[in-house]
């Protein structure tokens, strides 16, 4: 059985930085064709890319978020860490992490998900 | 980034109702679309890839159709685990992956 669940602060301030922390179990992040990926979504509003890290730690970034985030394997075979620098009122939400999984021979959907983790950015 | 619309934003529903929800790409998309179940407080969960593809586990009453820039979702008889979110998903773009707003599935 694969899953994921995520972990972190619930609250933030302004400006500070966001470290969150997915930890799955049931596969392998060193095996070919892997990857996580980090999803947010605001309240009330839709789900959102954030970044994806694949097995041979080649990295894609929102090109909204910019610089602001990184994605990058925990020290622990079985996490990734995700941070979202100069943190902002307007990124709260739930954020989520969920594995890239191999369908029809296309690495392109995700699925499990983790169950998301909620982040309040409020000083 | 390819937009994408649901309608409607909410349906309310019977158990043993037909629902068919619509989603609309802003561009072409081929048959790169998924389609996810969410309940409150759980995790979304993928039910349909390559826009007709039923995930392994998924139940027959689920089927979806489309390409291009339309496509639905229909469920043939709801029954009471449906009532849920569900969300349309592009990954023509991936991984600039975008999603559809939405749409809640709810009891009448």
């Known amino acids: 059985q694969i899953t994921l669940k995520e972990s972190g602060p619930t609250l933030v301030k302004p400006t500070q930085t966001l470290t969150l922390t997915c930890t799955f179990s049931g596969f392998s992040l060193s095996s070919s064709a892997e990857g996580v990926g980090w999803f947010r979504q605001p309240p009330g509003k839709a789900l959102e890319w954030l970044a994806l890290?694949?097995?041979?730690?080649?990295?894609r970034y929102s090109p909204s978020l910019g610089s602001r985030v990184t994605i990058s394997k925990g020290s622990s075979r079985n996490q990734v860490v995700f941070t979202m620098a100069n943190m902002d009122p307007a990124d709260t939400g739930t954020y989520h992490c969920?594995?890239?999984?191999?369908?029809?021979?296309?690495?392109?959907?995700?699925?499990?998900w983790g169950q998301g983790t909620p982040v309040i950015v409020s000083s | 980034d390819i937009q994408m619309t649901q309608s409607p934003s909410s349906v309310s529903a019977s158990v043993g109702d037909r629902v068919t929800i619509t989603c609309r790409a802003s561009h072409n998309i081929d048959t790169w679309l998924g389609w996810y179940q969410q309940r409150p407080g759980k995790a979304p969960k993928l039910l349909i890839y390559d826009a007709s593809n039923l995930r392994g586990g998924v139940p027959s009453r689920f089927s979806a159709t489309g390409s291009g820039t339309y496509f639905t979702l229909t469920i043939s008889s709801l029954q009471p685990d449906d009532f849920a979110t569900y969300y349309c998903?592009?990954?023509?773009?991936?991984?600039?992956?975008?999603f559809g707003p939405g749409t809640r599935v709810d009891i009448k």
């Open positions: 998903q592009q990954v023509d773009t991936f991984p600039r992956v975008t």
């Open positions: 969920a594995r890239l999984v191999n369908l029809e021979l296309h690495l392109r959907w995700f699925d499990p």
């Open positions: 890290i694949y097995w041979d730690d080649e990295k």
